[in-house]
């Protein structure tokens, strides 16, 4: 059969291969369209990659937020006590540590206790730390400082909610790295002499180089480090991490707790 064109008469199957040739891509245009598709891809991936950061960061400071509102109702139910920064949560990282603890009650779900940011598979069911100055009371006579720190001398150490000097400026609740995260509390040295710096706990840096704090008013902040003494320094272990006149140890140390007797940090 012949199909007839302005051109002539063109056999049927002639003018099947003449359109399919029209249809089909040649090599270097398929090697356009890959090009094009993998710098969209490089474009694309970045803003995919920071945007999940972003969800975890929101998603961690909504978690440290109940963990703070928690903190603040064991106080409200105890005339203002503390709840203990060694038992909060009973030691280790592990969930019977989370279930068994002093906030599990007004916390109960064990998620809330670990940064979304953690994708690390350490076995570690809880991430979030508490203020080693926090909730240092003594029971009985006995005292539960261990190893002697916190001991009252030159900064303070609180044991009532309206003890802390200054609510706005003195951390709760930190994301704790995984290779310092032993026990329920953060351990910060504090010094007024910034040359003498050491660091024993090492705050966890989930979020582009910055980490989840709690506050004693109830504000929650991801802080940004401005130097990458935290980011970089292997994790101290069973000694200290030498920081002299570090700034971003300073701040932490200067959120920690305060100085007694009335003296200023420097």
Same mark, same amino acid.
């Given at each position: 059969m012949n199909i007839f064109t302005p051109q002539g008469l063109f056999p049927t199957r002639?003018?099947?291969? %003449?359109?399919?040739?029209?249809?089909?891509?040649?090599?270097?245009?398929?090697? %356009? %369209? &890959?090009? &094009? &598709?993998? &710098?969209?891809?490089?474009?694309?991936?970045?803003v995919l990659a920071k945007g999940k950061l972003k969800a975890a960061g929101v998603k961690c400071m909504s978690n440290m937020k109940q963990l703070q509102l928690g903190w603040h109702l064991y106080a409200d139910d105890n005339a203002g006590k503390l709840v203990h920064n060694r038992n909060w949560v009973l030691?280790?990282?592990?969930?019977?540590?989370?279930?068994?603890?002093?906030?599990?009650?007004?916390?109960?779900?064990?998620?809330i206790y670990k940064c979304p940011g953690d994708k690390k598979d350490t076995?570690?069911?809880?991430?979030?730390?508490?203020?080693?100055?926090?909730?240092c009371w003594t029971d009985g006579g006995a005292a539960w400082f261990q190893t002697g720190w916190p001991r009252p001398?030159?900064?303070?150490?609180?044991?009532?909610?309206?003890?802390?000097?200054?609510?706005?400026?003195?951390?709760v609740m930190v994301d704790e790295h995984e290779k310092t995260l032993?026990?329920?509390?953060?351990?910060?040295?504090?010094?007024?002499?910034?040359?003498n710096i050491t660091v024993s706990d090492f705050p966890a840096t989930y979020h582009n180089?910055?980490?989840?704090?709690?506050?004693?008013?109830?504000?929650?902040?991801?802080?940004k480090w401005v130097s990458?003494?935290?980011?970089?320094?292997?994790?101290?272990?069973?000694w200290k991490a030498p920081a002299p006149n570090n700034p971003d140890v300073i701040w932490l140390m200067q959120r920690s707790t305060n100085p007694t007797g009335g003296v200023a940090w420097p």
């Open positions: 002639r003018l099947r291969e %003449v359109h399919a040739k029209c249809l089909a891509f040649t090599l270097i245009e398929l090697l %356009v %369209v &890959i090009a &094009i &598709i993998g &710098i969209l891809a490089s474009l694309l991936l970045p030691g280790d990282a592990s969930l019977a540590s989370i279930t068994g603890g002093k906030l599990w009650p007004y916390i109960d779900d064990a998620t076995g570690k069911a809880r991430s979030v730390c508490m203020n080693g100055y926090m909730g001398g030159a900064f303070e150490i609180y044991k009532l909610i309206e003890e802390v000097s200054t609510p706005s400026g003195t951390f032993q026990d329920g509390f953060f351990r910060t040295d504090c010094y007024t002499t910034y040359a180089d910055a980490s989840a704090f709690s506050f004693v008013d109830g504000h929650v902040e991801i802080h990458t003494f935290f980011t970089d320094t292997p994790p101290p272990g069973n």
